[in-house]
């Protein structure tokens, strides 16, 4: 079992910039592919970005690219957002997801994860 805890959401005006953080626990952290996912009201949650575990190689959303970084630290068992240049289209709810040993090609699709955290809010005021 893998617990993931979410933090960093907020309120920000367009712009500005955020970096969000997902803790985890329960299991070696290293053989986990790490996600983030987002979920606007009345739309579907929606892939962000994803670092592999095997070698953190990372992939994003054409939405976010240029502007949106992931990327992971394996002795703090957390995987970070940063978040630049934030758009009012960037409110969500952001999810953390943890995916054991999972492969790259399926990284951006929400059935690859096996574990969620519980999201936190990011706002950006225009």
């Known amino acids: 079992q893998v617990q993931l805890v979410e933090s960093g959401g907020g309120l920000v005006q367009a712009g500005g910039s955020l970096r969000l953080s997902c803790a985890a626990s329960?299991?070696?952290?290293?053989?986990?592919?790490m996600g983030w996912f987002r979920q606007a009201p009345g739309k579907e949650r929606e892939f962000v970005a994803a670092?592999?575990?095997?070698?953190?190689?990372?992939y994003s959303a054409d939405s976010v690219q240029g502007r949106f970084t992931i990327s992971r630290d394996n002795t703090k068992n957390t995987v970070y957002l940063q978040m630049n240049s934030l758009k009012p289209e960037d409110t969500a709810v952001y999810y953390c997801?943890?995916?054991?040993?999972?492969?790259?090609?399926?990284?951006?699709?929400?059935?690859?994860?096996?574990?969620w955290g519980q999201g936190t809010q990011v706002t950006v005021s225009s």
């Open positions: 997801a943890a995916g054991l040993l999972a492969i790259s090609r399926t990284l951006q699709r929400p059935s690859t994860y096996n574990y």
């Open positions: 329960g299991r070696s952290f290293s053989s986990l592919a």
């Open positions: 670092i592999t575990w095997s070698n953190d190689n990372t």
